[in-house]
Structure formats: C-alpha cells, structure tokens
C-alpha cells in the first residue's frame, strides 16, 4: 500500500503525462467526461468504449480510461476505440484510480462525471437517466439502484452483502441508496469538494461523503448484468465484505468527526437537502423523467425543491 505522500506524487506524475501526451483534447474537454477505472481489461474495454454515447442529455462527452497498473493490452486498447487513457505505472485500487479520473475530469474542464466499470456490466443506455437530474439541476449526485431497477446474479451471498450495506448506510445517514452501484453521475466539483482517500472501496466513500457534506443526492432504477468476459477483481465474498464494512464505518465515522453543517453550499450554488431528508428515486419510465412522483418538499426554505421517499 502507498502513503499519502507517495500516492500524490504518482497521481501527479500520471496526470502531467495525460495532459502532455493527449494535449487539447484532455485540456478542453466537453461537458461530459465518463470515467472509467481499468485493471487488465483488455479484451473487454475497448467494446466498453465503443458502447459509450457520443452525448448525453444533449451535451457531448468524452471517455477517460484511468488505467491502473494494467500489465496486459488494456491501455493499447482503450486508446485504440477513442478513449484519453491515464496510464498509472502502479495497481493501487479502482477507488485511487477513480480519484484520480475525477481530477482529469475537473482540470480538463469537464462540468459533469459520468462513471461505469470497464467490465460492461452496466447498460450505457441507462447513463441519460442517470444523469438527467444533475444537468437538469434537481441532484447535485445521481446513483443508479439496482433494487430500484434490477440485477442479474445469482450470487446470494454478494446479493445479501448488497442489501446490507445499503440499510447500514441508510442508518447511519438516515438516506436510503444503493451504496456500491458503479453507474453514477455528479457535478464535476462535488468530488474535489470532498474527501477521498481510500485506494479501492471507494464506492461507499464518496456516497458517505456527498451524504454528509449536504450536497442533494437522488437515484435511479438501474440494472447491473452478469460480467460476460473476464473474472471479478473484487476477491472472495467474506474478504470484500469485511473491507468493504471498515470502508464504509470508518468513513461515516471520519465525515460525523469533520462534518461542518451546511459545507455542502460552499461547492454548489444550488439549495441543499435538510439533515434527515432521503435520497429520492426518480421515475425511470414517465413522460418527464425529471419530475419527482412524490409531492416536493421545500429544502432550507428556498425556492428550490427535492423529492423525497420513504424507507422500507
């Protein structure tokens, strides 16, 4: 595992040679960057890349492969179907790879993250819903949710340790989201507006974080497919349960031990959500998919509203 000090300075290294090696195209990125975490996916993520909308919600994007560590064709690939490919020299987690694509996304000028795997698990036709909310202004962070949509496996024990770690966070942050789902969207500077530190769970990390600092948060039904080529990097069910639980208490813990009541305005000029207040699933299917079913409650008194929904 790197240090703090280590992790920077590679995080650096790799981002000066990303912009020196992909110029403008990574300086003045469109509005939409869609991040991407890869680790020896070669075979499966130039198709990934293929798959991906040239626009979304009318705005057009750009893919961005952090690749991390890879030791196999992924980086040939990847840059071989289009993307802008990060190239770190060290595997260090899909979390650390994530942080550092949000910052590509953020200094090439990008105004709003997309994220997916590079497995082609998640449907690239579900990323409009997704992100929607956030460039129609109702969510500051969209996640997708597979209880709200659906999920292919027949894993009953990774099913169950989903559902788990989606009640314990919606104890602890009394907002109910699917806590590990890769599809998501956001506002650029939401993920420099947080802190994130963890080298791979770090799903939970940022969902934690965005909860606490106040920043509105919705979800979507989505659907997560069987991986069709390759294995999962995720390890045994037991280790990454266990990993994944200190991820998620030590971050609800940090964020309870900084957390400074309305830190969240700071990074949006938009009105967030009371203390309390859920997480809201949006329509998937309506003639305006942007508008809550629920009746809207107003959030601090302004103007501005966010849906809301009840928790099972």
């Not at 492969?65 to 179907?81: L, M, W, Y």
């Not at 292919?152 to 806590?179: C, H, K, P, Y």
């Not at 080298?199 to 991986?227: C, D, M, N």
């Not at 305005?265 to 309390?276: K, N």
Request: charged content about 20%.
């Amino acid at each position: 595992m790197t240090s703090i000090r280590q992790g920077t300075a590679i995080d650096d290294a790799a981002a000066s040679a990303f912009f020196a090696q992909n110029g403008e195209a990574a300086t003045a990125l469109p509005p939409v960057a869609i991040v991407i975490a890869a680790y020896n996916e070669e075979g499966v993520v130039g198709s990934v890349v293929d798959a991906l909308p040239n626009k979304l919600c009318g705005l057009s994007t750009r893919a961005i492969i952090v690749s991390d560590g890879s030791k196999d064709g992924t980086v040939a690939e990847a840059s071989a179907h289009g993307a802008l490919v990060c190239d770190v020299p060290v595997n260090r987690g899909q979390g650390a790879a994530l942080r550092l694509g949000y910052r590509l996304a953020r200094e090439g000028g990008a105004q709003y993250i997309v994220t997916t795997d590079a497995d082609g698990q998640y449907n690239p036709a579900e990323m409009d819903a997704v992100l929607g909310p956030v460039v129609a202004g109702q969510a500051d962070f969209v996640t997708g949710s597979r209880k709200l949509g659906s999920q292919e496996t027949n894993d009953l024990v990774r099913r169950m340790g989903t559902w788990v770690f989606a009640m314990t966070i919606t104890l602890l942050t009394r907002q109910r989201t699917d806590s590990s789902f890769g599809l998501r969207a956001m506002r650029a500077e939401v993920t420099g507006a947080v802190r994130l530190e963890q080298p791979q769970y770090q799903s939970s990390e940022l969902l934690i974080a965005v909860l606490t600092h106040g920043f509105r948060v919705a979800e979507v039904p989505a659907t997560i497919h069987k991986r069709k080529v390759g294995e999962s990097k995720k390890g045994h069910n037991a280790i990454y349960g266990l990993k994944y639980a200190g991820v998620v208490l030590g971050t609800w813990w940090r964020e309870r031990q900084r957390r400074v009541p309305g830190s969240g305005r700071a990074a949006s000029s938009r009105t967030v959500r009371r203390p309390g207040e859920r997480s809201a699933p949006l329509p998937a299917h309506a003639d305006d998919p942007f508008t809550p079913a629920a009746e809207p409650a107003a959030a601090n008194g302004s103007d501005a509203t966010t849906p809301s929904t009840t928790v099972d």
